[in-house]
Structures are given as C-alpha cells and as structure tokens.
C-alpha cells in the first residue's frame, strides 16, 4: 500500500463507521486521474461500484495535500451512496447544490476536517499548514 491508499484506508475506516450503509469504494491509481495542474484524483459511480482514481503523481505531494484531496473524494463517494435529502437528513444540514461544493460540505460534516483550497494552484489542503479558504465558487 502506498501512501495515498493508506491515507485513504485511514480515513474511510473512520468514515465508514460514520454514514449509514457506506458503499464499497475501490481506489487503484490511474494516469488519466492528473492533469499536471491542480488535479490528482476524481471519484465516478458506475452500475453501483464507486471508484477514486488517482495520479501516479499524488504520491509526492505533502500529505495535507493527500489528506485534502481524499476527503474532497470521500466527499463525492458519499455523495453518489445517496439523494441529496436522504444526506440533508442524516446532516441536519441543508447542502450546496452545487456537487463539488457538496462533496467538501459532506466530508466536513462526517469527518470534522475543512477542505481547502492551497494557493497558489488551489490543490485540495487539510490542516493548519493551509492557506487557501474555502473552495471558490467560479474554480473548475
Ligand atoms: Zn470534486
């Protein structure tokens, strides 16, 4: 296991003891999950499995930058499990309609972590060390 699949394992099992019927995520490394930008990994749901693809690249990164990468994804992966009022339910909370706004407002809600947005190329940061906010509306 590298070190972006056992970052993942930590935080899934602490989030999996969290959400209700969590679904069997798969997570394999994929070349087409970077872009030499601010990208490293996304999550797609297909006929029931979700899966978390991620550069081979994710590994250099920091690890609050793994940490905030992974939640945004867990985000998203919980996300796909269920309705928007099925998670507004759980939540307490009303969510952005907006889904990758969403997914950070998720993982903060299951995990207590802040998702941000690290400057200067605004990759997903968990942690003190992070200077970036919130993600920005308009970002891609
Ligand atoms: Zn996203």
């Not at 056992?6 to 003891?17: I, T, V």
């Not at 030499?36 to 797609?44: D, K, T, V």
């Amino acid at each position: 296991m590298n070190r972006v699949e056992e970052r993942f394992a930590y935080w899934w099992d602490k989030a999996s003891r969290l959400v209700p019927k969590p679904s069997k995520i798969t997570v394999e490394e994929r070349t087409d999950a970077g872009d030499n930008g601010r990208h490293f990994a996304y999550c797609e749901y297909l006929s029931g499995d979700t899966i978390i693809a991620y550069s081979p690249d994710m590994v250099e990164l920091p690890q609050r930058y793994i940490d905030g990468i992974i939640l945004h994804e867990i985000g998203h992966a919980v996300d796909f499990s269920y309705t928007q009022p099925e998670l507004e339910e759980m939540f307490g909370y009303k969510l952005d309609l907006e889904d990758e706004g969403r997914a950070d407002e998720i993982a903060e809600m299951i995990l207590g972590e802040t998702v941000q947005y690290d400057l200067p190329k605004y990759v997903q940061c968990v942690g003190p060390a992070c200077t970036g906010g919130r993600r920005p509306h308009n970002l891609l």
